[in-house]
């Protein structure tokens, strides 16, 4: 019986207006059904009371008819009318009311009641702005009073005021709950909309960064572990060209320790380092393990300075390593650096990583800029992962220093 069905979204939420449900579709035909049903009705009641009381002739039937059929005509293309012209829609479905009324006129306060209040509880739908909606009230109610008044003589104005009255009040509740609904649905289907888009990025981010997690550890492990065992095959053939057999036994045998590491390493990562516990070997031990086997491959002077006092977290103790490793491999391949000093140390709640040689140095700018250079670029990403700072300074024909610092309860994060 509401015509307040005929809400457009455009009118309710202009920047949702593609954002009908098939329940709001739904539930606007469901409203405007009941609504033509309630005019039929009305219709009905009109015409028999006028044939029983006041006679009914062709010519009165047939007007009656076309103008209701009008009436149901033009509130079923509300939204287009209203949309341009809204108010000259609320004066021609006024005017075709009041017309039907007074063409049957033992009908005419039925007419009146049970078709003005359904147009100004229609205006919510079209306005949905109290002041309009307002207006709209006091002039049909006016109207409403002018014309009992003035058709009856006043006889049955205490009865079909307040009458009136009741049934707008009861309309336009029905209309302001059923308008709060659509935009609580259309809310809904925005948030549901929003949470889809969110998902789908939320995917594409997670498979970038397990792109670039797993780059970062195949060139962490396979690069690394090949980069390692090339230089250790090098100086093997540096000691046999030399004669020094039992020196290339000796790093034959750290060769094949260091290819086992190294296939360890990458079965872990093709494990996807689903394990929530970490080696029981201590940061300390390890870091040492890696300056040993760049010693033994490089013949490089390592001054260290490890002062870590509290445990390192899962995720520091991981990419620490890698950092280091990928920092020692930089310097045997590039540097030409003869010591190199790492110093590590925790210090406030953060470890503090420093790795500094006394080599060629190199551009920072130029290798930012160049291809293939990805394990500066993995040093970087690490970092950032672990919620520190990096500093690179490196200047030629004196040495490289890289310094970083990353808070220890970043770590615990998986």
């Known amino acids: 019986m509401n015509d307040a069905s005929n809400v457009q979204v455009q009118n309710l939420n202009p920047e949702t207006s593609e954002s009908k449900s098939e329940g709001e579709v739904e539930n606007k035909d469901i409203s405007k059904i009941l609504t033509i049903i309630w005019v039929f009705i009305i219709y009905s009641e009109s015409v028999i009371l006028q044939h029983l009381f006041g006679g009914l002739n062709l010519l009165q039937s047939s007007l009656f008819t076309i103008i209701i059929i009008l009436h149901i005509l033009l509130y079923l293309h509300a939204h287009r009318v209203a949309k341009y012209f809204s108010w000259a829609y609320f004066v021609i479905q006024g005017g075709l009311i009041f017309a039907s009324a007074f063409l049957l006129p033992e009908s005419f306060s039925i007419v009146l009641v049970g078709l003005m209040p359904v147009l100004v509880g229609q205006s919510i739908g079209i306005y949905y702005k109290p002041l309009k909606v307002i207006l709209v009230f006091l002039i049909s109610y006016v109207l409403f009073c002018v014309a009992v008044v003035s058709h009856n003589d006043g006889r049955q104005f205490v009865l079909f ?178 010591t190199v000093w790492i110093n590590i140390l925790d210090n406030e709640g953060k470890i503090e990583i420093e790795i500094r040689d006394d080599g060629k140095g190199f551009d920072t700018d130029i290798i930012a800029k160049q291809t293939g250079h990805y394990g500066i670029i993995g040093i970087h990403e690490r970092v950032r992962m672990l919620g520190g700072n990096i500093n690179i300074n490196s200047i030629l024909q004196a040495g490289t220093a890289i310094k970083i610092e990353a808070p220890l309860t970043k770590g615990d994060l998986s």
């Open 161 to 338: 005021i307040p009458l009136f009255f009741l049934i707008v009040v009861v309309i336009v509740a029905y209309a302001v709950l059923f308008l709060k609904q659509v935009k609580a649905r259309i809310r809904t289907q925005n948030v549901l909309k929003e949470l889809e888009i969110a998902h789908q990025k939320v995917e594409e981010l997670t498979i970038a960064n397990e792109r670039q997690r797993m780059a970062r550890d195949l060139h962490d492990t396979l690069a690394q572990g090949l980069a390692g065992l090339i230089m250790q095959l090098e100086a093997i053939d540096a000691h046999l060209s030399k004669g020094s057999t039992q020196r290339a036994q000796e790093i034959v045998q750290q060769s094949m320790s260091q290819v086992r590491r190294t296939l360890s390493d990458s079965r872990r990562a093709i494990d996807n380092l689903r394990s929530k516990t970490i080696s029981e070997v201590d940061f300390a031990e390890a870091v040492e393990e890696e300056i040993q086997r760049f010693t033994m491959a490089t013949s490089i002077r390592v001054i260290r300075n490890i002062k870590i006092k509290t445990s390192v977290p899962r995720l520091l103790f991981e990419h620490g390593l890698f950092i280091i490793s990928e920092c020692l491999t930089n310097v045997a391949k590039h540097s030409h650096a003869n």
